[in-house]
Each structure stands twice: as C-alpha cells, then as structure tokens.
Nanobody, 123 residues
Framework: QVRLVESGGGLVQAGGSLRLSCAASGRTLSSIAMGWFRQVPGKEREFIAGISWTGASTHADSVKGRFTISRDIAKNTVYLQMSSLKPEDTAVYYC?????????????????WGQGTQVTVSS
C-alpha cells in the first residue's frame, strides 16, 4: 500500500511560480513510478509529468519548458516545480503512484492517488 499526500498548492499571479510536493509512504520512490495529473471541473484528468524508478522523466507538451518533475529519494518525496504559470493552469493537481516502475500517461495505470491540491492562477 502506498500513501500519497500533496501540498504546496495555492493562489498565484500569472507568470509566477509554485512548487508542489507529494510525500510518499509505504514504498520507496526508487522502486515505483510517480506521476502528476491535473483536473478542472467538467474535464478529464490530464497527465502532466511522470518519473520512473530510475529517475527518468517526461512532461506533457502543454507544460514542457515550464514545469519540472523531480524527486528526493531521501525524503521519499516527488516535486512539481511550476513556473511561468498561466490562468489555464488553474486546476486541482494530483500525484499518483504505480508499482510497475515505469511512468505512464494513462490514468488507469496508477493504483495510488493523493487527495489533490488546488492551484489557482489569476490573470
């Protein structure tokens, strides 16, 4: 069983930055893959970034160059550094974990989810 707890969301002006954190317990990040997703009301949950058990990472085109996923093995925590934020980045952000070890952009590939953290970007 993997427990995930997100933090770091909030209100920020367009062009600003935020860093989201996802603290994991139950499994070490060196053995599982993690992903960040976001969701706005009425839309499907969208893949943002993923990081594998090796540390290899990928980012969706919509955030490439602005968002960066990373991890701290010692703290067993995954981060999403977000910069140059836009109003359209406003969403609830979720971290997710899968025990296969390799990241995936598919929602159903992740068995473990955090509670979500709200990010609001004002124009």
């Amino acid at each position: 069983q993997v427990r995930l707890v997100e933090s770091g969301g909030g209100l920020v002006q367009a062009g600003g930055s935020l860093r989201l954190s996802c603290a994991a317990s139950g499994r070490t990040l060196s053995s599982i893959a993690m992903g960040w997703f976001r969701q706005v009301p009425g839309k499907e949950r969208e893949f943002i970034a993923g990081i594998s058990w090796t540390g290899a990472s990928t980012h969706a085109d919509s955030v490439k160059g602005r968002f960066t996923i990373s991890r701290d093995i010692a703290k067993n925590t995954v981060y999403l550094q977000m910069s140059s934020l836009k109003p359209e980045d406003t969403a609830v952000y979720y971290c997710a974990g899968r025990t296969s070890g390799w990241y995936s952009s598919r929602l159903n590939d992740y068995a473990y989810w955090g509670q979500g953290t709200q990010v609001t970007v004002s124009s």
